[in-house]
């Protein structure tokens, strides 16, 4: 099989993907936590949207994230679905929001940047099971760029199978 006829079945492996809602459940400021008895970690919740229209290969997405330290971070940003087949999804994607530190970890800016990358499997009925490592941080608009990295279980779910 020519490396062009496989790269065009990999890519077609996403034509069908609807909009999705996510809900993600996770470990925040997972990094220190393992090297540091000191971290501000937490539990993660997330619920984001996630369009189906692209423009090019980027998919746009909102969400709002909430720990159990009464952080809340809500953003929006670009997203990419890297296809490994019908059933494999690597989703890098990049977002920008407010951030509310709570009695949790001061990220010392409002503005914060987030990043992550994501491996999933997806299902027959288009839901997705994944796994995705975030950081957000200021990138260095504010004094200080501590950073915090976030571990996060995701289920999605296509828009349609809730109406």
Known sequence: ??????????????????ALISFGVGYFDAL?????DDADDAADF???YRHDEKLWIFKPWAGVEVTSEGGIWGGAGILVDIYFGKNVVLTPNFGVGAFEEGSGLDLDSVIEFRSQIELAYRFEDRSRLGFAISHISNAGIGDENPGTEIATIYYHLPLEKLF
């Open 1 to 18: 099989m020519s490396f062009t006829t496989e790269f065009a079945s990999k890519a077609y492996a996403g034509e069908d993907d609807s």
């Open 32 to 36: 220190r936590a393992v090297k540091d």
């Open 46 to 48: 997330r619920l984001e």
